[in-house]
């Protein structure tokens, strides 16, 4: 029987939930595997966020990482943008520059978001302000709907691989790019439990290991600690 848990987060997390982990007799590590490069002070990219916020549109985020890079360049000027926007963190940062009545839509995750979109009256064309990497769900979902959608990648991540040198009960997993950069150095001990955010991240996982897979139920890197912390509660 596991008597203090020890966790790995890939990505750093809010002191608070390194208090509740402590909290809940969990020994939580962080260390970061990825590295998010806002991109939207480069001419270009800064100019095509101009172009945007000079006109109406509808806009939509599917990361917190894309609202606070285009909401910081020196292009963005008070748009009169309509969101559809994923719910939690990218709500969340939406919220701390546009009013929830600008905000026609949201969803739990990309293949969703896409479906509230296509179901949305009068939506012919949207932007999606994204990352290097975002994953084809979304686009994919609204140009077999007739959607036109114009992209603009405003941030980059880079992978930052190192060595973990102790052993863990768990990982978490928040992206597929988090998951190539963990595995690139490291092996795992077969008896890992490995909870992933999401099944695009357990896909990725799971090219990589045969270790056990717990995906959250909703996208959140609350629920996906407090996920891990009641699975070792439970199997004490």
């Given at each position: 029987?596991?008597?203090?848990?020890?966790?790995?987060?890939?990505?750093?997390?809010?002191?608070?939930?390194?208090?509740?982990?402590?909290?809940?007799?969990?020994?939580?590590?962080?260390?970061?595997?990825?590295?998010?490069?806002?991109?939207?002070?480069?001419?270009?990219?800064?100019?095509?966020?101009?172009?945007?916020?000079?006109?109406?549109?509808?806009?939509?985020?599917t990361s917190a990482n894309a609202v606070t890079s285009v909401c910081g360049s020196a292009g963005f000027?008070?748009?009169?943008?309509?969101?559809?926007?994923?719910?939690?963190?990218?709500?969340?940062?939406?919220?701390?520059?546009?009013?929830?009545?600008?905000?026609?839509?949201?969803?739990?995750?990309?293949?969703?978001?896409?479906?509230?979109?296509?179901?949305?009256?009068?939506v012919r064309e949207v932007v999606f302000f994204c990352g290097d990497k975002r994953m084809d769900t979304?686009?994919?979902?609204?140009?077999?709907?007739?959607?036109?959608?114009?992209?603009?990648?405003?941030?980059?991540?880079?992978?930052?691989?190192?060595?973990?040198?102790?052993?863990?009960?768990?990982?978490?997993?928040?992206?597929?790019?988090?998951?190539?950069?963990?595995?690139?150095?490291?092996?795992?001990?077969?008896?890992?439990?490995?909870?992933?955010?999401?099944?695009?991240?357990?896909?990725?996982?799971?090219?990589?290991?045969?270790?056990?897979?717990?995906?959250?139920?909703?996208?959140?890197?609350?629920?996906?600690?407090?996920?891990?912390?009641?699975?070792?509660?439970?199997?004490?």
């Open positions: 029987m596991i008597q203090r848990p020890t966790i790995l987060s890939t990505i750093p997390l809010d002191p608070f939930l390194l208090n509740r982990a402590m909290d809940s007799g969990v020994l939580l590590d962080t260390a970061s595997f990825i590295n998010i490069e806002p991109c939207s002070h480069e001419p270009a990219v800064a100019q095509e966020i101009e172009n945007v916020c000079a006109q109406p549109a509808i806009v939509v985020f000027k008070n748009p009169g943008w309509k969101i559809f926007c994923i719910e939690r963190a990218t709500k969340k940062a939406v919220l701390q520059y546009f009013a929830e009545a600008d905000i026609l839509g949201s969803a739990d995750n990309s293949e969703d978001l896409a479906l509230t979109i296509k179901n949305a009256p009068g979304l686009p994919a979902n609204l140009l077999a709907s007739g959607i036109i959608t114009k992209e603009t990648v405003v941030y980059k991540t880079v992978e930052q691989s190192h060595f973990v040198e102790k052993d863990y009960d768990a990982i978490l997993f928040y992206s597929p790019s988090g998951v190539s950069s963990f595995f690139s150095m490291n092996t795992l001990n077969p008896d890992t439990v490995l909870f992933a955010i999401g099944n695009t991240t357990a896909d990725a996982i799971k090219l990589e290991t045969n270790n056990k897979i717990i995906v959250c139920d909703t996208p959140s890197k609350e629920i996906l600690l407090y996920k891990a912390i009641s699975y070792f509660k439970e199997t004490n």
